[in-house]
């Protein structure tokens, strides 16, 4: 029966030898404490944050921590700089931030150092003897709960004003293989209430001694200034997380940059570059892989530092490989190939000279580099976003560095896709900064209209340029008839959708060639006036061009199939109610320009046309009785010849006025609009180095009080 015991403290003996390894009896003589909790304790919950001073003889350092189960980060101000350690178990990596100084500018730096079964995480530095405050308050190196620390009561102390139980401990640490004595300051909860919840103590200090078998001693103070149990998550990520911006190489990445990028996007941006007087530069940018093009809106102060903005567009359009780059300020436009400068193109598999459109994470930069997920940020007010840094090796020593921020959740509530939010460039040259850019983007959309983006920009390109680049386009008008005239104009948004969808599928065109489209009320009738661009007159690098039915060719299909009453349109009025209407037959008026010569078509068109050769006929013969008539004449005095003849010519204008302005002619407003129109353009045209070619679209209306965009 006596042997029993005798074998249990053999056991214990070989336990304790083989857990403890070298324990030092010197500090501890009554070895390690035993791992009962004590009932004065107030156990140390798993998520914690602690901000310490401390004090080893005659220096003195600002240290915090900052703890949970997978990963923990400390971060200290020394003599030589501010440093962070963090050590992520849950990929096994150790990451050191230090400030390195290149050319006087302070330039973060990351070490990375995998975590081995022989690392030793439970000091602030390897080779050390500095333990991190949650080795002292009962977790092992790996965050673990230290199921072989223990403490005990040892009476009671004021210290600072505050009173306090004073416990010890003493325990072996594995890693280091050192002995650790330790006593605890911790407000008494029976006595003084602190920050914290009720029946909650607070650390006020923790004095150190620990010794290592190599025969090094180490004492230190950890003076306590702020111990905070549990903190919000998102105080804690904060502190769990690598600071922005930095790099750490060779980083485990644990989640993927985004994916589903659809193939169809929309978004507005602001560019703010330090380098160039931290300006703004405010874009839009559009990307369609259906339809083939992208599209590039930029605004930009006046760089001579006037009052003007500019306004420059791109459109790149991939199914004929040229990129037209238009002037809104000044209506002038330049077509070039596609390049890959724009980062919307890339080369083609087995032909590097030609290009074919790159893919939404291409134009997002995001497909050439690895990225790294540095966890989530505070993004914008309400959003916070996860992040992802990368950096790509160039030529001549340069580095250019990204980060990406996407929005993951607003308000605390998970987004199902996530947004793109910023995105910061920067290229260092043998480590020095050369230049940095941010970019904010709002209001970027999944699957946007697109068919309506280009809008009146690429006509205007091609008006700019004119026939004598071979750049041609028309002005088309037709009516719709609604003899029982149904209220489909309640309904507008409706109806000039489907009239363009139905224009686009009966002319066989992309939706790039139609623009301007707009819709009005004639009568009874609906007149619905558009702009139609030819094709361009060559391609560019790309393996298939589109090829497209020509200008003329489209016109000629269109008209037959209007005066065949084949072309109808679904219109809706009140509150589900629709309707089919059909275009009207002969109905069709087109204003083209072929080699600078102006061809019209219909009715009223060649009317108008025969009418200006009458009233030029007129008013040359009565100038031509004025030239040629004889000198002796002396019926009336020079100035009553001269106010008789501009009488005559009142006269025969105004009869032709009221001859031509009858029934099934265009109104008095329509005209006045064509003549401001004509006079506008020509005022632009002497005001560029590029007159406009072709009239306003407004050309073809018959009432322009109610007409509308698309």
């Known amino acids: 029966m006596f042997l029993l015991p005798t074998y249990l403290l053999s056991i214990v003996i070989v336990f304790i030898t083989t857990s403890h390894g070298q324990f030092d009896q010197s500090l501890c003589p009554d070895g390690p404490s035993a791992p009962i909790p004590d009932p004065k304790w107030r156990s140390i919950p ?10 080893s003889g005659t220096d003195v350092m600002e240290l915090s921590q900052a703890f949970s189960p997978t990963r923990d980060a400390i971060a200290a101000s020394t003599t030589k700089g501010p440093i962070q350690f963090y050590w992520y178990f849950e990929t096994n990596e150790a990451f050191q931030v230090l400030t390195a100084v290149v050319a006087q500018n302070p330039v973060p730096v990351c070490l990375r150092q995998v975590i081995t079964p022989e690392s030793e995480t439970s000091v602030i530095q390897p080779n050390t003897l500095f333990v991190k405050p949650s080795i002292l308050l009962g977790y092992d190196p790996r965050n673990e709960p230290n199921r072989q620390w223990g403490i005990r009561y040892d009476g009671d102390e004021d210290l600072r004003g505050i009173p306090t139980n004073r416990f ?17 300051y911790v407000s008494d909860v029976n006595k003084f209430q602190a920050y914290l919840p009720a029946n909650t103590s607070i650390i006020v200090k923790l004095d150190v001694t620990i010794s290592h078998p190599s025969g090094r001693r180490e004492s230190y103070t950890y003076n306590v200034f702020r111990y905070t149990p549990n903190p919000r998550r998102s105080e804690e990520r904060q502190a769990l997380e690598t600071p922005a911006g930095v790099f750490c190489p060779n980083r485990t990445s644990t989640l993927a940059v985004p994916a589903n990028i659809p193939e169809r996007v929309s978004a507005n941006s602001e560019v703010l570059i330090p380098n160039l007087n931290s300006s703004i530069i405010s874009s839009h940018n559009l990307y369609d892989t259906e339809f083939q093009f992208t599209r590039f809106d930029v605004w930009y102060a006046d760089p001579a530092g006037g009052q003007r903005w500019f306004h420059m567009t791109e459109i790149h359009d991939f199914a004929v490989g ?16 596609i390049n890959t400068n724009g980062n919307d ?5 087995g032909s590097p000279n030609l290009l074919q459109m790159g893919s939404p994470q291409h134009l997002l930069l995001m497909d050439d580099i690895i990225y790294q997920y540095t966890g989530e940020k505070r993004c914008r007010d309400r959003v916070w976003c996860h992040v992802w840094i990368g950096e790509k090796p160039m030529p001549n020593d340069t580095v250019e560095h990204r980060e990406w921020h996407w929005a993951a959740s607003v308000n605390n509530e998970p987004l199902q896709n996530l947004i793109p939010m910023k995105l910061v460039l920067r290229q260092y040259v043998s480590g020095i900064l050369l230049f940095s850019v941010e970019i904010n983007i709002f209001n970027y959309r999944r699957r946007p209209m697109t068919i309506f983006e280009i809008d009146y920009t690429l006509a205007n390109c091609y008006r700019a340029l004119g026939p004598a680049e071979n750049y041609s386009l028309a002005v088309l008008s037709f009516a719709i008839a609604n003899d029982k005239n149904y209220p489909v104009l309640e309904n507008l948004n409706f109806l000039r959708l489907h009239i363009f969808e139905t224009l686009i599928f009966t002319m066989f065109v992309r939706p790039t060639r139609i623009s301007n489209l707009l819709v009005d009320k004639n009568n009874t009738d609906i007149i619905v006036t558009f702009t139609l661009l030819d094709v361009p007159p060559r391609t560019g690098p790309v393996e298939v061009p589109l090829q497209e039915l020509s200008l003329d060719t489209v016109i000629q299909r269109f008209q037959t199939i209007i005066d065949s009453e084949g072309l109808t349109f679904r219109a809706r009025y009140g509150d589900s109610k629709q309707v089919t209407l059909r275009a009207r037959a ?8 072929t080699q600078n010569k102006w061809l019209t078509s219909g009715s009223k068109i060649t009317g108008l046309w025969i009418g200006f050769i009458i009233l030029g006929l007129a008013i040359g013969a009565v100038g031509g009785f004025f030239v040629f008539r004889p000198e002796t004449s002396n019926l009336l005095s020079t100035n009553d010849s001269i106010s008789n003849a501009h009488t005559d010519i009142t006269a025969i204008y105004d009869q032709f006025i009221s001859i031509l302005f009858t029934s099934n002619m265009p109104s008095t407003s329509s005209l006045l609009t064509l003549s401001i129109s004509a006079i506008s353009s020509f005022l632009i045209a002497i005001d560029t180095s590029r007159p406009l070619a072709y009239p306003s679209p407004q050309l073809c209306f018959h009432n322009h009080q109610s007409f509308q965009h698309v």
Not at 46 to 55: A, H, K, N, P, S
Not at 322 to 337: M, P
Not at 586 to 593: A, G, P, W
């Open 345 to 349: 193109a890339v080369p083609t598999d």
């Open 586 to 593: 002969k109905s069709l008026n087109v204003v083209q320009n």
């Open 322 to 337: 040229l990129s037209f780059q238009y002037n809104n300020t000044n209506g002038q436009c330049t077509v070039r190939d």
């Open 46 to 55: 798993q998520r914690f944050e602690i901000m310490t001073e401390l004090v």
């Open 168 to 184: 010890k401990s003493c325990f072996y640490v594995n890693d280091i293989k050192a002995t650790v004595s330790a006593t605890y």
